[in-house]
């Protein structure tokens, strides 16, 4: 069956800190990967997509996901977090040439400690 | 700036009662779609729309009817409110599946 896995339901880090939230999924064909955010009591935004190219796409906020094909993953990275990307994030994935729903993971509450 | 309102904003309905909730899009975007948000569960897929006057289910379409007058308003309709439809409702717009989804602020229903 089709899924994404967000494996960690909520993670926790210090301001100026690293971060990297996980994403899995498994899909077959070949698949547009989303993730987006959203913030309190707000619909969700567009972080960052990718189809194809340069396995590593940048988006918005200093906010960039790499995609392993090897290993079925879609992982966002960010250098250094500031307070206000706590939020939660989430993964999506669709199927090209198959006009479907996208299927979304659970999300991941990030905390970001000041 | 592509642009999703939702009304109304906050609702609190009686079991049994009809609940109407309505989406607006300026984006001149084909799809439409509405999701519910409850903690554990992520977003699930209700109903989506193709353009004016489609409509198809989604994941969980249960006790949800859809309707898509004009290529700018999607209504969801709760024609028998159950306390389990109590939940974060948002409204989305895309040109096509693989596009970016733009969604409304989301309206929180309570039904009692």
């Known amino acids: 069956a089709q899924s994404v896995t967000q494996p960690d339901a909520r993670v926790t880090v210090s301001e100026g800190a690293s971060l990297q939230l996980r994403c899995k999924y498994s899909?077959?064909?070949?698949?547009?990967l989303f993730w987006y955010v959203q913030y309190p009591r707000q619909g969700l935004q567009l972080l960052l997509k990718?189809?194809?190219?340069d396995p590593v796409v940048q988006g918005v906020n200093g906010f960039e996901a790499e995609f392993i094909k090897s290993n079925s993953s879609f992982h966002l990275r960010k250098a250094s977090v500031h307070w206000s990307d706590s939020a939660v994030y989430f993964c999506a994935v669709s199927n090209v040439g198959d006009n479907s729903k996208l299927i979304w993971g659970l999300g991941t509450s990030l905390v970001v400690n000041p | 700036e592509a642009a999703v309102t939702q009304s109304p904003r906050n609702k609190v309905a009686v079991t049994g009662g009809k609940v109407t909730l309505s989406c607006n899009q300026t984006?001149?975007?084909?799809?439409m779609y509405w999701y519910r948000q409850d903690t554990g569960h992520g977003l699930r897929l209700i109903h989506y729309?193709?353009?004016?006057?489609?409509?198809e289910k989604g994941d969980i379409p249960d006790g949800y009817k859809a309707s898509r007058p004009s290529q700018e308003n999607f209504s969801l309709i709760l024609e028998l409110a159950t306390p389990s439809q109590t939940s974060v409702y948002f409204c989305a717009s895309g040109r096509d599946i693989q596009d970016t989804q733009y969604f409304g602020p989301g309206t929180r229903l309570l039904v009692l």
């Open positions: 990718y189809y194809s190219g």
């Open positions: 899909y077959s064909g070949t698949p547009y």
């Open positions: 729309s193709y353009g004016a006057g489609s409509t």
């Open positions: 984006n001149n975007h084909n799809n």
